[in-house]
């Protein structure tokens, strides 16, 4: 999360001092949306089925808010740089075995720099992205919980694309290997604008 940190705060003065010397071209935005994951909770609660020997109920979200805060920076009339910082909500999920009850729940945040091609008011990205996928957990046996937290990080690649009119857009982003981890993908619907 350290390095995170200072890469945002190097990102905020570098783009600060960029946008003043070339304040009519590069654009900042916000973006907010929902984004979807597939925690496998049913896969969760199989094994959990098979290791106790009882059935399992479950419940788990779909998905969960995102915002995202971007710089964009033209080289050319129909190709930008973008780079930017996301952060999500938790997606969580609850499973119940008789005299026993676990939940999970995950937050990402990171990191992005892309690739930006401009048709008209289509657009298109490609890019990678560093991030850190949090997740904290619980089991709770005979009134006793037992909390467990982890946080992985690593990087990944995205692709997306959208329209942009008036400036704002609308968009879908898919971001691969959330935290580094294989599993662990996002897709990403927002609304933002550009000022």
């Known amino acids: 999360m350290n390095r995170i940190k ?4 190097i990102l905020v003065i570098t783009f600060t001092g960029i946008k003043n010397s070339v304040s009519d071209e590069m654009r900042m935005g916000i973006e907010g949306g929902l984004v979807y994951a597939d925690m ?8 959990l089925a098979n290791a106790s020997g009882s059935t399992v109920t479950y419940t ?4 969960t808010w995102i915002g995202r805060l971007f710089a964009d920076m033209p080289l ?6 973008e780079v930017g910082f996301f952060l999500t909500g938790s997606l ?7 005299g026993a009850s676990a939940s999970e729940g995950y937050d990402a945040r990171g990191v ?3 690739a930006v091609f401009k048709s008209d008011d289509v657009f298109f990205k490609v ?4 991030s850190e996928l949090e997740g904290v957990a619980s089991l709770t046996i005979g009134g006793t919980t037992y909390n467990v937290s982890e946080t992985i990080s690593g990087t990944g690649y995205l692709v997306g694309g959208g329209l942009e009119l008036d400036g704002s857009r609308i968009g879908l982003t898919y971001y691969s290997d959330v935290g580094g981890d294989g599993d662990s993908d996002m897709t990403m619907l927002y609304y933002g604008v550009m000022f």
């Open 127 to 130: 890019g990678m992205h560093r």
């Open 40 to 47: 496998r909770a049913e896969e969760t609660a199989q094994l």
């Open 92 to 98: 969580d999920a609850t499973y119940t075995i008789s």
């Open 6 to 9: 200072i890469f945002l705060l």
């Open 76 to 81: 050319s009339s129909e190709m930008s740089f």
């Open 112 to 114: 992005d720099a892309a």
């Open 60 to 63: 788990y979200d779909e998905a």
